[in-house]
């Protein structure tokens, strides 16, 4: 029987130390690990805020009293920090300031046996990579808690059934230890000022998401208890950017049918319950607005809303280029409003200007859709006309001119004509096409003015 009791014994032990070396371990090893480096990512955002809003004479101190605040945070349970050691290096090709200057290195001088997981730091306005936080997390209550059971596995058979006992209690002090760690974890990515969600690979919803990301995708839980919404699936639909690709400029539809534009990034991670990723959003609407806002004043004429003289340039070109490649056939309208020198100086450069800007808008409506219209210089405008002949060209030109002639003015004697020539694209450089054009409207004011050439005058 003792002799039972004995291989029984033995038998216990092996299939424990089996399991623990094989099953548990591993297991913690893993999740202590995905707890740590989420930890680590959720605080890098904090100094990349920083980077983004920090004075540049105060911003290493503000950053040194940061990376301090973090090495203060400790597990509850164990009264042991959790960061041991925290570097920051930056790339002073991105950053304004002196290289080398807020490069930190904060926290124990030597940690060999800490965790170490590099985080890249990104620029908040247009998140490009400005450096590397390296966060070394300190191993101890893992490796107490290996330690420790491997010494009571020791013990022998005389004292199985208390190492058995031991061995349940102390599993579960370690289950309550991690669950009490990711409540931590939980707690700092709740509290994140930004949308970040846990998206599970292969799963249509989320397994998890912080209260900024409910609000901003507008989640919802579903029957399987994921959560999901229209929003999500517009993301999702996206794609996320994978390991390496860095982040994606995503739209965004929400259920009141307005778009936001968000900045996404993954981050794989690699849990107990399988690979994930983190997935963190930026709000960049206002951005994209202001970027949509630059365009368009880059390539418009402030006075009158048409297009500037450097963009219809560089479409007449684009459209020189197209009728080389293949037949195609395009004109354009060099125009210019008659006597507006007389204009400015008999009523005055205020009415000048609402001359032009009326006669701008007069332009615009008369023309198609497909056309492009622009000023080309002080009182004169330039109209591309593709796939249009002389003929149709000469036409839709009278239709601007006499939608002009039509306007009224409250000013008493001021009447409005248009002078233009029209100007089949035939095989020249875009200097020879606008002289020629040049050449018929000199033509129509020598004639007259009030009237549209669009044949070659007659020497």
């Known amino acids: 029987?003792?002799?039972?009791?004995?291989?029984?014994?033995?038998?216990?032990?092996?299939?424990?130390?089996?399991?623990?070396?094989?099953?548990?371990?591993?297991?913690?090893?893993?999740?202590?690990?995905?707890?740590?480096?989420?930890?680590?990512?959720?605080?890098?955002?904090?100094?990349?805020?920083?980077?983004?809003?920090?004075?540049?004479?105060?911003?290493?101190?503000?950053?040194?009293?940061?990376?301090?605040?973090?090495?203060?945070?400790?597990?509850?349970?164990?009264?042991?920090?959790?960061?041991?050691?925290?570097?920051?290096?930056?790339?002073?090709?991105?950053?304004?300031?002196p290289v080398g200057s807020l490069d930190l290195d904060r926290g124990t001088a030597s940690c060999p046996e800490c965790l170490v997981?590099?985080?890249?730091?990104?620029?908040?306005?247009?998140?490009?990579?400005?450096?590397?936080?390296?966060?070394?997390?300190?191993?101890?209550?893992?490796?107490?808690?290996?330690?420790?059971?491997?010494?009571?596995?020791?013990?022998?058979?005389?004292?199985?059934?208390?190492?058995?006992?031991?061995?349940?209690?102390?599993?579960?002090?370690?289950?309550?230890?991690?669950?009490?760690?990711?409540?931590?974890?939980?707690?700092?990515?709740?509290?994140?000022?930004f949308p970040m969600v846990l998206h599970v690979d292969g799963a249509t919803g989320l397994g998890r998401a912080n209260q900024a990301a409910v609000d901003y995708l507008d989640l919802q839980q579903d029957d399987s208890g994921h959560l999901t919404s229209p929003a999500w699936h517009?993301?999702?639909?996206?794609?996320?950017?994978?390991?390496?690709?860095?982040?994606?400029?995503?739209?965004v539809q929400t259920q009141d049918g307005s778009e936001r534009w968000a900045l996404v990034s993954a981050i794989p991670l690699e849990t107990s319950g399988g690979r994930s990723e983190l997935v963190s959003l930026v709000d960049v609407s206002q951005l994209k607005a202001y970027q949509n806002e630059l365009h368009l004043a880059s390539i418009t004429d402030s006075l009158t809303g048409l297009y500037n003289r450097r963009y219809l340039l560089l479409r007449l070109a684009e459209e020189i280029e197209r009728a080389a490649r293949g037949p195609y056939r395009f004109s354009i309208a060099l125009l210019d409003l008659d006597h507006f020198k007389q204009v400015n100086d008999s009523f005055g450069h205020g009415v000048g200007d609402d001359v032009l800007s009326r006669a701008a808008s007069a332009l615009r409506g008369a023309i198609r859709a497909t056309d492009l219209a622009g000023r080309y210089g002080g009182e004169e405008f330039l109209v591309v006309l593709p796939d249009t002949g002389t003929a149709e060209a000469m036409k839709i030109t009278e239709r601007i001119g006499s939608a002009i002639k039509a306007l009224s003015w409250p000013q008493l004697g001021l009447r409005l004509t248009l002078s233009g020539g029209v100007c089949a694209y035939e095989g020249s450089d875009i200097d020879g096409f606008l002289e020629h054009a040049d050449r018929r409207l000199y033509a129509a004011k020598a004639a007259g003015r009030d009237q549209i050439i669009g044949d070659d005058p007659v020497p």
Request: hydrophobic content about 45%; overall charge neutral.
């Open 1 to 97: 029987m003792a002799l039972i009791f004995a291989l029984l014994g033995i038998l216990a032990t092996a299939l424990l130390t089996l399991h623990w070396f094989l099953v548990l371990e591993p297991t913690v090893r893993t999740e202590v690990q995905s707890q740590s480096r989420l930890l680590a990512q959720a605080q890098a955002q904090g100094i990349e805020q920083r980077l983004g809003s920090g004075h540049p004479e105060h911003l290493r101190d503000d950053l040194t009293t940061a990376l301090d605040g973090l090495l203060l945070l400790k597990d509850q349970s164990l009264g042991l920090p959790f960061i041991r050691r925290i570097t920051l290096e930056l790339d002073y090709e991105q950053v304004a300031a």
């Open 117 to 193: 997981f590099p985080v890249p730091l990104y620029r908040s306005a247009d998140r490009q990579l400005i450096g590397v936080a390296t966060f070394y997390s300190s191993p101890v209550a893992l490796q107490t808690l290996i330690d420790g059971f491997r010494v009571k596995l020791l013990l022998g058979g005389g004292f199985l059934l208390c190492l058995i006992g031991a061995t349940w209690l102390w599993t579960g002090r370690l289950l309550k230890r991690v669950t009490q760690s990711e409540a931590n974890l939980r707690v700092l990515f709740e509290a994140a000022p």
């Open 234 to 251: 517009a993301l999702r639909d996206c794609r996320l950017p994978k390991d390496g690709e860095g982040h994606r400029e995503c739209l």
